[in-house]
């Protein structure tokens, strides 16, 4: 990391985007999913989307978590922009930065649990071995270490969504964009999938999430409305002073050092 980029990290916003569009077909027949979008988000931030269907979210969403490339505009994460960087740089800023849960959880039906949330460190240099121990590590966070060997049609919906979130946390992102990740439960398993999302953002995650259930509002420091690509209305139910502060901002790298030699020490346990 530069020192611009640290100070990124402490400071200034983790996502800025300016004028963004995206426009599907050409002439008579272009329409625009987003439409001269503008936001910024702050570390710390629990943003929820809302708007009716075709208004946009996923697009961003799926922009945000460099998917999906806009027509135009300007979106820097960390302040570096990144439309206009290669696909590789891309994929490994996609995998070490950002966290994705979807509605219909994405597990791989053929693969337990355990190698399901392992599946992301697949692409970063862990030993096949420490990615299992990382991967048993998050899912006990998850009280679901007893399901690790289960393959995921054996678990409940809302068990599945949290192995989902499991593996969405495994590489330790800085941003979890959820798409609807309650839409297919129930109200009991919805409220256990909160409540896991709001301790994930108390350590300091930003967390941006599309739902259609406006009671799930209140777990949110923001709550944006869009409308036909773009933002209807914005507000902040918490003062960003008020946000919380990322574990590793908290921490100085000399106790983050420590914390993890002792956390080696009793074999990954918390
Ligand atoms: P939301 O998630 O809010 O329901 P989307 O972001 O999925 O909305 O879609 C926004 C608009 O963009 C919709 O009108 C949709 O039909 C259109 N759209 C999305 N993806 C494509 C695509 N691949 N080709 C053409 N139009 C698309
Ligand atoms: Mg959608």
Same mark, same amino acid.
């Given at each position: 990391?530069?020192?611009?980029?640290?100070?990124?990290?402490?400071?200034?916003?983790?996502?800025?985007?300016?004028?963004?569009?995206?426009?599907?077909?050409?002439?008579?027949?272009?329409? %625009?999913?987003?439409?001269?979008?503008?936001?910024?988000?702050?570390?710390?931030? %629990?943003?929820?989307?809302?708007?009716?269907?075709?208004?946009?979210?996923?697009?961003?969403?799926?922009?945000?978590?460099?998917?999906?490339?806009?027509?135009?505009?300007?979106?820097?994460?960390?302040?570096?922009?990144?439309?206009?960087?290669?696909?590789?740089?891309?994929?490994?800023?996609?995998?070490?930065?950002?966290?994705?849960?979807?509605?219909?959880?994405?597990?791989?039906?053929?693969?337990?649990?355990?190698?399901?949330?392992?599946?992301?460190?697949?692409?970063?240099?862990?030993?096949?071995?420490?990615?299992?121990?990382?991967?048993?590590?998050?899912?006990?966070?998850?009280?679901?270490?007893?399901?690790?060997?289960?393959?995921?049609?054996?678990?409940?919906?809302?068990?599945?969504?949290?192995?989902?979130?499991?593996?969405?946390?495994?590489?330790?992102?800085?941003?979890?964009?959820?798409?609807?990740?309650?839409?297919?439960?129930?109200?009991?398993?919805?409220?256990?999938?909160?409540?896991?999302?709001?301790?994930?953002?108390?350590?300091?995650?930003?967390?941006?999430?599309?739902?259609?259930?406006?009671?799930?509002?209140?777990?949110?420091?923001?709550?944006?409305?869009?409308?036909?690509?773009?933002?209807?209305?914005?507000?902040?139910?918490?003062?960003?002073?008020?946000?919380?502060?990322?574990?590793?901002?908290?921490?100085?790298?000399?106790?983050?050092?420590?914390?993890?030699?002792?956390?080696?020490?009793?074999?990954?346990?918390?």
């Amino acid at each position: 990391m530069t020192s611009k980029a640290t100070d990124q990290a402490s400071g200034g916003p983790i996502i800025s985007i300016e004028n963004l569009t995206k426009s599907y077909g050409y002439g008579d027949a272009e329409s %625009f999913a987003l439409n001269n979008f503008s936001l910024e988000v702050k570390r710390g931030e %629990f943003i929820m989307i809302m708007g009716p269907s075709g208004c946009g979210k996923t697009t961003l969403l799926n922009i945000i978590g460099l998917l999906d490339k806009p027509t135009s505009g300007s979106f820097l994460l960390n302040g570096e922009p990144v439309n206009s960087i290669s696909a590789r740089k891309k994929a490994h800023l996609r995998a070490k930065k950002i966290g994705f849960v979807f509605q219909n959880f994405n597990l791989i039906p053929t693969l337990p649990v355990i190698e399901n949330v392992a599946l992301p460190l697949v692409y970063s240099s862990v030993t096949q071995t420490n990615r299992l121990i990382q991967a048993s590590d998050t899912l006990s966070r998850f009280h679901l270490q007893e399901r690790e060997y289960y393959m995921p049609h054996q678990l409940s919906g809302g068990q599945q969504q949290r192995v989902a979130i499991a593996r969405s946390l495994v590489m330790k992102p800085e941003i979890i964009l959820a798409d609807e990740p309650t839409g297919n439960l129930d109200s009991r398993s919805s409220h256990i999938v909160m409540e896991e999302l709001k301790s994930i953002h108390s350590e300091g995650n930003t967390i941006i999430m599309v739902t259609h259930n406006p009671s799930l509002t209140t777990y949110a420091t923001r709550v944006i409305n869009m409308l036909d690509g773009h933002i209807d209305t914005d507000i902040k139910t918490v003062a960003d002073r008020d946000l919380p502060i990322p574990i590793h901002v908290r921490l100085g790298k000399k106790e983050q050092k420590k914390k993890r030699s002792k956390s080696k020490k009793k074999g990954g346990k918390k």
